[in-house]
């Protein structure tokens, strides 16, 4: 019966598992994990492209919105000259596989007059208004 106990106390010079095992445990209880910084995402228009189509018959712009994926949105194109009435093209944005489409707008060039033009891809969704930087456009 002797073997028994013995084995059931600890020896000196036993393994460190059994150290280990009757030593009082120091560990300190779990502190609760920092919560992940959430990242800001910047929503924001992309005017990739404005000009006087090849043929003269048309002024087109196209562009995106970056931060966002989506259906649905407006897009709204909007050509601006001083003392010129707002040429406006909307579109409904779709979603492709990183941006929202805004698709091209392609207003005839008999809305415009000769000059220089700015236009603005302007993205409303949920409530909220983005604006892209303006491009010039020069209509011949």
Do not use: N
Not at 8 to 18: K, L, R, W
Not at 49 to 77: E, F
Not at 105 to 133: C, H, M, N
Request: with cysteine; aromatic share 4%; net charge negative.
């Amino acid at each position: 019966m002797s073997a028994m106990l013995a084995a059931c106390t600890p020896q000196p010079g036993g393994s460190s598992a059994d150290q280990a095992s009757s030593q009082p445990s120091t560990s300190s209880v779990p502190s609760k994990p920092s919560p992940t910084p959430t990242p800001t995402v910047t929503v924001e228009p992309v005017l990739v492209v404005a000009s006087v189509d090849v043929d003269g018959k048309h002024v087109t712009a196209s562009g995106y919105v970056q931060g966002v994926i989506q259906d649905g949105g407006a897009c709204t194109y909007t050509f601006t000259r001083e003392g010129s009435p707002a040429v406006k093209v909307q579109h409904e944005g779709v979603a492709d596989r990183s941006t929202t489409s805004c698709g091209e707008a392609q207003p005839d060039i008999a809305q415009f007059t000769r000059g220089s033009w700015q236009v603005t891809l302007e993205y409303v969704s949920d409530g909220k208004d983005y604006v892209s930087t303006p491009l010039a456009v020069e209509v011949p």
